[in-house]
């Protein structure tokens, strides 16, 4: 018997498991002792909250060697960007410890499909008309937050690349992150920074309260039920100002996150300077996230389709604020599927900074070339994204880190 320690997004398929670390209620199985071996349980070990698992390379396979340790491009851990936050969770690693990008993904996966669980308790819980308890997310927020820290390209990546399946909840979870790393180009306080992951998360509390058919409904609205979905900040702000611990900004943006800033927006229509700072970061970061996102009945667009298509809605957003947020933000997220002028569809594994609209690719693996490869980007020409949903590739959440870990230069 040979027994390892492993963390969670180590393990592979074939490895036999031997146990877990931490609490039962913290992994998805009802037994510890078994090989793994299919995908979809593979995702759940990736997806738990563990501390580790346990794993017998006697009666599995063993596992690879760890990634080569290397630092994220400085510019985005800029000298702006404030240390480690006094209150990070104690199971996160530590941030003074640089990890490999893929370690990074894999962690930003976990902590995102842990809160969108999260997120969907409490939107559950307001149907049922019960309280929020704002005390109870905050430890979400703070994992959000360390996991940013460590590198905002990997989480903020994966909040893009969600599914239309559990569109709000993961929304909520994408808007708080993107307010966090706003909140960090900004140069808030931690408990600034905070504040407006929380308020990000909260931002659309109101849905909650919608009609589900509307809520639900594959298609666009008609006028009518519009009308009724534009009643949510309001109906969203009544909630939380009942609702103990709730920080004026989250009241704020809840309230104010589809005003404009040329008084076009709604529920008042209030303009400029009389929006808080809090509910005109939050207007760009609820946007963004929609535009990027696919819908049922909608591809998503590029983020570099999004940022000029969104430059040119002239008096919707704070111009200056328009430009710290594109700061802020990476162009392709990484682990994006693109279709390229080619034909081929590859996946993103890197990022150009002297062009972000052509960054490192590998293509994936399709009937006429079975191997994947890196691509010339300077060459290839990116057409639209792709969703992995859309080209019914099987597997692809595990192949996905498979092949970051394998091309990321
Ligand atoms: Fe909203
Ligand atoms: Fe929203």
């Known amino acids: 018997m040979a027994l390892r320690r492993i963390a969670p997004e180590q393990v592979q398929l074939g490895m036999y498991i031997q146990g877990f ?15 793994l071996d299919k995908e979809r349980d593979l995702i759940r070990v990736h997806e738990s909250a563990v501390d580790a698992v346990i794993i017998d ?21 800029s000298p702006a960007r404030p240390a480690a936050p006094a209150w990070r969770p104690a199971a996160a690693p530590a941030a ?3 990890q490999s990008f893929a370690s990074s993904y894999a962690r930003a996966g976990r902590v995102f499909g842990k809160s969108k669980r999260v997120i969907s308790a409490v939107y559950s819980d307001v149907r049922l008309g019960k309280a929020i ?14 996991s940013i820290d460590e590198n905002p390209r ?12 559990e569109y709000t909840y993961m929304h909520s979870v994408a808007v708080c992150a993107l307010m966090i790393n706003l909140a960090r180009e900004l140069r808030f306080s931690e408990a600034a920074v905070r504040d407006a992951g929380m308020a990000g998360l909260l931002h659309d509390i109101g849905k909650a309260l919608m009609p589900v058919e509307i809520l639900d409904k594959p298609g666009e609205l008609t006028e009518e039920e519009f009308e009724i979905m534009k009643t949510h900040p309001m109906r969203g702000h009544e909630l939380l ?10 009241l704020e943006v809840c309230l104010r996150h589809h005003e404009r800033f040329d008084g076009q927006g709604y529920p008042d229509g209030l303009e400029g300077d009389r929006l808080s700072l809090f509910a005109r970061m939050s207007a ?4 963004y996230d929609a535009v990027t996102s696919e819908r049922a009945y909608k591809r998503p667009w590029t983020p570099t389709e999004s940022v000029a298509r969104m430059r040119e809605w002239t008096g919707h957003f704070d111009p200056e604020m328009f430009e710290i947020f594109i700061r802020s933000v990476g162009i392709y997220p990484i682990g994006a599927l693109v279709r390229l002028k080619s034909g081929r569809v590859a996946i993103v594994t890197g990022e150009n900074r002297e062009d972000p609209t052509r960054p490192p690719l590998a293509s994936v693996p399709d009937a006429l070339h079975p191997e994947s490869e890196r691509l010339d980007s300077a060459v290839e020409e990116i057409v639209c994204m792709e969703s992995a949903e859309g080209l019914s590739l099987e597997g692809w959440e595990s192949q996905r880190t498979k092949l970051i870990r394998r091309f990321r230069s």
Request: with cysteine; charged share 20%.
């Open 284 to 287: 760009l970061c609820d946007v």
């Open 21 to 35: 670390d931490g609490s039962w209620l913290d992994h998805p199985f009802w037994r510890t002792r078994f090989v």
């Open 241 to 250: 100002a009942k609702s103990s611990g709730v920080s004026h900004n989250a």
């Open 133 to 146: 308890k704002t005390e109870k997310l905050m430890p979400m927020v703070d994992e959000i937050t360390s």
């Open 154 to 165: 990997a989480f903020i990546s994966i909040a893009q690349l969600k599914s239309g399946h």
């Open 57 to 77: 390379d006697a009666l599995g396979i063993a596992p690879e060697p760890p990634p080569a340790i290397q630092r994220e491009p400085s510019a985005w851990q």
């Open 96 to 98: 003074a410890q640089p």
